[in-house]
């Protein structure tokens, strides 16, 4: 009787093994879903945290250098056709030099889609920035990839005051598994992807 109990508990452990290894088998691909899931977002949470900043100091540096700032007029004063945001022989172009810096770090380029400057291997962003002195109207420049529709939400400027605009869309790199997008796309595969997503964002601050 002693012999045969054992036996039979030792075919329960066998089973009660198998069925643990058949649910971890089964639940393993949910598993690792879950966790390039947490990893992408997690990404994301830090993209918009960096695109924040980027506006935020952009509108700041615009509202000390407004209105008048002799080195850096608010129009490109050589008429350049394809502004240069790296030449920084306006405002405009020291606005997205200040927003490039901060958006660098995840893999994006306040850069000409295709013209100089534009890695291949950098998702691009495109800044447009409006400002108004007094009572005048409101004055706009765009850097950056000028396909990206970016149009700033929110109520009309007030007097003296400027907006700085950041867009750009997750995924845009032509080689995403180098530095390329600012979000991994590591859900594409299971049917969720950040492809043709577009994140805006825009900071206000009062011209000094």
Request: net charge negative.
């Amino acid at each position: 009787m002693s012999v045969r109990s054992t036996a039979a508990r030792a075919k329960d452990n066998r089973q009660r093994r198998g069925v643990i290894t058949l649910e971890l088998i089964l639940a393993m691909p949910l598993l690792f879903i879950l966790t390039l899931a947490v990893f992408e977002f997690a990404m994301l949470a830090l993209v918009q945290q960096a695109a924040t900043t980027a506006t935020i100091e952009g509108a700041r540096e615009g509202a000390k250098i407004f209105p008048g700032f002799p080195p850096f007029p608010f129009t490109d004063p050589d008429g350049e056709p394809s502004p240069d945001p790296t030449d920084l022989d306006d405002s405009a172009d020291y606005i997205a030099d200040v927003v490039d810096t901060y958006l660098g770090v995840h893999c994006l380029e306040v850069a000409p889609a295709g013209g100089a400057g534009d890695d291949p291997n950098r998702a691009n962003a495109r800044v447009v920035i409006e400002r108004r002195v007094g009572a005048g109207p409101v004055e706009t420049a765009s850097r950056g990839d000028d396909s990206i529709d970016c149009n700033a939400a929110g109520p009309p400027l007030n007097p003296d005051e400027i907006r700085v605009t950041v867009c750009f869309v997750l995924v845009d790199a032509a080689d995403p598994s180098g530095c390329g997008n600012p979000v991994p796309d590591w859900l594409a595969p299971f049917g969720f992807s950040f492809d043709g997503c577009r994140f805006e964002l825009s900071s206000r601050a009062n011209l000094e």
